[in-house]
Nanobody
Framework: QVQLVESGGGLVQAGGSLRLSCARS????????MGWFRQAPGKEREFVAA????????YYADSVKGRFTISRDAAKNTVYLQMNSLKAEDTAVYYC??????????????????WGQGTRVTVSS
């Protein structure tokens, strides 16, 4: 069994910052990548950012590029999402995800086999 546990969500004013964490535990497995997705009320889940677990290459949605930074600490089995200059449209539940293979594009939610329970981010304008 693999568990992904997100933390760090909350309420913040527009222009503020939050740092999300995702701790991975349970059965050891090799991941190619870990990603962050988000789902706003009434909208579909969308890709936010991803990081290659070994090489550290990063990928971002255009809507967050330059504002969000994804990073990982392999020793702690943890991935982070630093979110700066937050906007009202960033309000959503944020989910962490981990894959087992690279069959799908890194931005495609179908690639990921394991998901966290989500952490809510609310940005007030």
């Amino acid at each position: 069994q693999v568990q992904l546990v997100e933390s760090g969500g909350g309420l913040v004013q527009a222009g503020g910052s939050l740092r999300l964490s995702c701790a991975r535990s349970g059965r050891t497995f090799s991941s190619y990548a870990m990603g962050w997705f988000r789902q706003a009320p009434g909208k579909e889940r969308e890709f936010v950012a991803a990081i290659s677990w070994t090489g550290g290459s990063t990928y971002y949605a255009d809507s967050v590029k330059g504002r969000f930074t994804i990073s990982r600490d392999a020793a702690k089995n943890t991935v982070y999402l630093q979110m700066n200059s937050l906007k009202a449209e960033d309000t959503a539940v944020y989910y962490c995800a981990a894959d087992r293979d690279d069959k799908y594009n890194i931005r495609n939610s179908r690639r990921y086999d394991y998901w966290g329970q989500g952490t809510r981010v609310t940005v007030s304008s």
